[in-house]
């Protein structure tokens, strides 16, 4: 009883340790997509806010080999790998 309470207790440490570095590697990304818009026009008010992010991108979509592919809405798509 106390081992399958162990192992249930490791599987989900394992998921959110595997979560916390998805995240990590998706703020990796979002900040060197962000520094690249900077780059392209420094006239650009550049503030990231979740209307600007939402008036720029029209999906992402995030594969299981670490790749994410960005659309934005006037059709673009960057894919990265993480």
């Not at 939402?54 to 979509?61: E, G, M």
Request: aromatic content about 12%.
């Amino acid at each position: 009883m106390l081992v399958e309470r162990y192992h249930a207790a490791q599987d989900r440490l394992d998921e959110l340790q595997k979560l916390r570095i998805t995240r990590s590697f998706q703020v990796d990304v979002l900040e060197c997509f962000m520094f690249e818009i900077k780059a392209i026009d420094t006239t650009l008010p550049l503030e990231f806010t979740d209307r600007f992010w939402n008036n720029l991108i029209d999906r992402v979509t995030v594969y299981h080999d670490g790749r994410m592919a960005f659309r934005f809405k006037n059709g673009t798509e960057v894919t990265e790998t993480l």
